[in-house]
């Protein structure tokens, strides 16, 4: 028999990134991950054929409308346009569906569920094992294509480099918000991914096409904010929707973002704390 | 005697379906054994005893304060649940010990105490092998060491035995007897009798949601007599197997399924103490899992609720 042991209880601090120890290596080393790894390789291939294909020898360089861009633009519309807009939510949903699903699916949540830690801290070690998760799975893909895709029309790495470090911190807190909201979604409905793929992929781009106030429901619309680069306006339907953007600016997007985050993490938590889990025999 | 659980009118309806009826009871100190066929409403008990449902009527409390939301509290419990669930990449050991790090322990006790949780139940030599290659029995054991690891004051177990072979069935018994001696608690639940009996006479009856018997094993025992029990063999030579058992006249009848022999017995402790010394002893090939489906325990079941 093992001889009794004095131990206090773990700090809420402590349980969390006691989860997160946990539940890191499994979730970097899942299925998941590899699918999703394989999604954020899309862009890098895309930028290592716009590298190829863009050398003096095949090409004079991209132009969108007759204008030729550089590099720091085209990066910048990857960055919006696969990133921000899609690989971004599409983690998002993938992972902050499952934090708690996968652990009900897999029937291991009474393991965490019974021991002396808030259930709630259990969500937050398992959000926080999704962000670390997500921007070792970003963060190489993201840095591939700026190095592919800068130099196209002459442009330099090094010039461009604050734009790529402001970049990266877009996508950690589009990670983070996203994560957040698909997190509570996750807690709270039965089919989370399905709904999860309508909000990011149906309601978000419906919203933002149109002008009033209900573009102020999503993610997207203040991320917008914090993004740097200039859009460019290739086509009547672009120049259009400009005329309709009004992008809040870079405060109000920051601290609704902010505010977006904390708030469905805590009703998140609260779900979590006080649901019932019956796992099916 | 302090009761280690008490619930008072305690209820849990799923939606329209009923998984406890209106329970009252008492667990002493000691060792209790929670019997009961399948789908009788002993997980549903067990579920709410370890806090993972809350009760929709009635109370419970387990040492003394309620366990819905209170953490806290699983400080002192240790649950072994019925379900076959791990986290296959992890190896025994890192599994253990991480689940003892979110009891407060810091890494090095985690380990030595997770290391020591293993051999308690006879898994140190695979401890650092991955739960995924695990047998159901050595899964089985490892659930047991993380929920013994802590030293708890109360252990809950459901279904502790299941797929056990008898070797490891037995060893599991003494432990679970053993930690009864040591002024700890342990609820213990199973849908066989002869396994509840070899670790307590103290027992609580439960079928369709209610509590139709609590005392002891012996009144209950007397009636179990006049049913068969029936076992489930799974082994590597089952016909031989079935040969050295009707040897003797303990066996009523015998069925042959793939890999397997399902026995009737009229007297399951001769013939469970008979099957112990044949597995130890290896003669007729290894026998790999031994299960009793309670159909023989329904029967006593119903004969307990007739009017």
């Known amino acids: 028999m093992i001889e009794q042991a004095q131990v206090g209880l773990p700090t809420p601090m402590a349980s969390t990134l006691r989860i997160v120890d946990l539940s890191l290596g499994q979730m970097l080393w899942s299925r998941r991950s590899v699918f999703l790894g394989l999604l954020v390789g899309g862009p890098v291939v895309l930028a290592l054929a716009i590298r190829v294909l863009t050398t003096p020898e095949l090409t004079s360089g991209i132009r969108v409308t007759g204008v030729q861009v550089d590099g720091a633009s085209l990066f910048g519309v990857m960055i919006w346009l696969l990133y921000i807009r899609f690989v971004v939510p599409v983690l998002g949903i993938f992972y902050g569906t499952a934090l708690i699903a996968d652990e009900v699916d897999d029937k291991t949540i009474t393991y965490l569920f019974t021991r002396p830690i808030p259930r709630d801290a259990v969500l937050m070690g398992k959000y926080l094992a999704y962000l670390i998760c997500t921007t070792l799975l970003v963060l190489p893909s993201v840095v591939l294509v700026y190095f592919f895709v800068i130099p196209v029309n002459g442009g330099h790495i090094g010039e461009a480099f604050p734009s790529l470090v402001v970049d990266l911190g877009v996508i950690a807190v589009g990670l983070a918000a996203y994560g957040s909201v698909f997190a509570l979604i996750g807690a709270r409905l039965r089919r989370p991914l399905v709904v999860g793929l309508v909000f990011a992929f149906g309601w978000e781009p419906a919203v933002l096409l149109f002008p009033g106030y209900l573009k102020r429901l999503t993610v997207g619309y203040y991320l917008q904010g914090l993004v740097p680069h200039t859009m460019p306006q290739d086509s009547t339907l672009s120049a259009w929707m400009q005329m309709f953007t009004d992008t809040p600016t870079l405060a109000a997007s920051l601290g609704s973002l902010v505010l977006l985050t904390l708030g469905s993490l805590w009703l998140a938590g609260r779900v979590v704390d006080r649901r019932e889990y019956v796992l099916e025999q | ?10 209820s849990k309806w799923y939606g329209q379906v009923i998984g406890l009826n209106d329970v009252t009871l008492s667990v002493p100190a000691g060792v209790t054994g929670l019997l009961g066929p399948n789908g009788s409403g002993k997980s549903t008990f067990m579920k709410l005893v370890t806090g993972q449902l809350a009760p929709s009527t009635g109370t419970v409390t387990v040492l003394g304060e309620p366990i819905w939301r209170n953490p806290a509290l699983y400080q002192r419990l240790g649950f072994c649940p019925e379900q076959d669930a791990f986290y296959e990449r992890m190896t025994g050991l890192d599994w253990v010990s991480a689940l003892l790090r979110l009891n407060g322990f810091d890494e090095a006790r985690a380990l030595d105490r997770a290391r020591r949780a293993l051999e308690l139940v006879d898994l140190s030599d695979a401890s650092n092998k991955k739960i995924g290659a695990y047998s159901k029995g050595m899964r089985q054991r490892v659930k047991m060491a993380q929920a013994v690891a802590h030293d708890p004051e ?24 053993e930690w009864g001696i040591g002024g700890r608690s342990v609820m213990v639940s199973s849908h066989i009798l002869h396994e509840i009996e070899s670790m307590t006479p103290n027992i609580l009856l439960i079928n369709q949601g209610r509590l139709i018997a609590e005392g002891d094993i012996h009144q209950i025992r007397d009636l179990i007599d006049e049913h068969p029990h029936t076992v489930h063999i799974r082994a590597d030579h089952p016909r031989q197997l079935a040969r050295a058992f009707l040897a003797e006249d303990d066996v009523l009848s015998l069925k042959f399924e793939e890999q397997a022999v399902v026995v009737q017995t009229a007297r399951p402790d001769s013939f469970y103490a008979r099957l112990t010394s044949i597995a130890a002893s290896g003669e007729l090939g290894a026998i790999h899992e031994v299960t009793s489906p309670d159909d023989n325990l329904q029967a006593v079941f119903q004969y307990l609720v007739k009017p």
């Open chain 2, 1 to 10: 005697m302090t009761a280690v659980v008490h619930a008072d009118h305690l």
């Open chain 2, 154 to 177: 109360l252990l809950i177990l459901d279904e502790p035995l299941a797929g056990m072979d008898p070797i490891a069935r037995r060893r599991m018994i003494k432990l679970i007897k």
